[in-house]
């Protein structure tokens, strides 16, 4: 997308809310949140912030163009290849209050949207604290998931509790890591159909879910790998 058809996109936004209101989506958030969003599949949308400006957005497929404007905190994006029918869209998002949210867009042949997130508070001491910036909490999101991977923190917990996931695969909860302010789990799933099974991370997102990362996303029967999982820790951990 070249940078010329963008300037033109953003000021054919700027024409159509002028001449017409923009359906408009406020959202109430925490400073960690999973949310979702209904966005146009053919027109541009807006992303704010209330009270805040976005820093940092990050599109986990190809499937949206984003462009940031910095001076102002706020996202336009469209769907780069429109088509009906199309699974949710994944978009991180991080703003400069130390807020990192993690949205689900549903795309609709509708009129641009806006979405606007409302955060219920300013960010706490808490957060401030261990991760002092977005680039910081991303780097312990991180740190998290490697030391999982290696499988030899010496943090972890042994758990190996079978769960409940699909008919078709079979799961367990092989380890835990806990620290002030997340939590990390390493799964083992397994496929137990006759065919292929394919995975993708937004099938793990959940409330208070912050990374996922599915080490092969197609199993044949009988296959398993590695699913992590960092979460927010909640209240009684």
Same mark, same amino acid.
């Given at each position: 997308?070249?940078?010329?058809?963008?300037?033109?996109?953003?000021?054919?936004?700027?024409?159509?809310?002028?001449?017409?209101?923009? +359906?408009?989506?406020?959202?109430?958030?925490?400073?960690?949140?999973?949310?979702? +969003?209904?966005?146009?599949?053919?027109?541009?949308?807006?992303?704010?912030?209330?009270?805040?400006?976005?820093?940092?957005?990050?599109?986990?497929?190809?499937?949206?163009?984003?462009?940031?404007?910095?001076?102002?905190?706020? +996202?336009?994006?469209?769907?780069?290849?429109?088509?009906?029918?199309?699974?949710?869209?994944?978009?991180?998002?991080?703003?400069?209050?130390?807020?990192?949210? %993690?949205?689900?867009?549903?795309?609709?042949?509708?009129?641009?949207?806006?979405?606007?997130?409302?955060?219920?508070?300013?960010?706490?001491?808490?957060?401030?604290?261990?991760?002092?910036?977005?680039?910081?909490?991303?780097?312990?999101?991180?740190?998290?998931?490697?030391?999982?991977?290696?499988?030899?923190?010496?943090?972890?917990?042994?758990?190996?509790?079978?769960?409940?996931?699909?008919?078709?695969?079979?799961?367990?909860?092989?380890?835990?890591?806990?620290?002030?302010?997340? %939590?990390?789990?390493?799964?083992?799933?397994?496929?137990?159909?006759?065919?292929?099974?394919?995975? =993708?991370?937004?099938?793990?997102?959940?409330?208070?879910?912050? +990374? %996922?990362?599915?080490?092969?996303?197609?199993?044949?029967?009988?296959?398993?790998?590695?699913?992590?999982?960092?979460? =927010?820790?909640?209240?009684?951990?």
């Amino acid at each position: 997308m070249s940078k010329q058809r963008m300037n033109l996109l953003l000021i054919w936004l700027l024409i159509v809310s002028a001449s017409r209101a923009l +359906a408009e989506q406020t959202i109430s958030v925490g400073d960690i949140a999973q949310l979702s +969003a209904t966005i146009s599949l053919r027109e541009p949308n807006i992303l704010a912030i209330q009270g805040r400006k976005l820093v940092e957005l990050k599109g986990w497929s190809d499937e949206l163009q984003l462009q940031l404007d910095q001076v102002n905190g706020r +996202a336009t994006f469209f769907v780069a290849t429109p088509k009906p029918d199309m699974r949710p869209i994944t978009l991180q998002v991080n703003d400069d209050g130390g807020g990192t949210y %993690v949205l689900h867009l549903t795309a609709k042949d509708i009129p641009g949207e806006v979405i606007v997130l409302k955060p219920k508070h300013r960010a706490s001491a808490k957060t401030k604290g261990r991760v002092a910036s977005t680039h910081a909490y991303q780097r312990a999101i991180k740190n998290m998931m490697l030391a999982m991977a290696k499988d030899d923190d010496p943090q972890s917990v042994v758990v190996n509790k079978e769960l409940v996931l699909w008919r078709e695969a079979r799961l367990y909860l092989h380890k835990k890591t806990i620290d002030d302010e997340m %939590v990390g789990e390493r799964y083992i799933l397994t496929n137990v159909t006759a065919t292929d099974m394919g995975l =993708a991370e937004q099938e793990f997102y959940r409330s208070g879910v912050m +990374a %996922v990362a599915v080490g092969k996303h197609t199993l044949t029967p009988g296959e398993s790998t590695a699913v992590y999982i960092v979460r =927010a820790r909640k209240d009684h951990e």
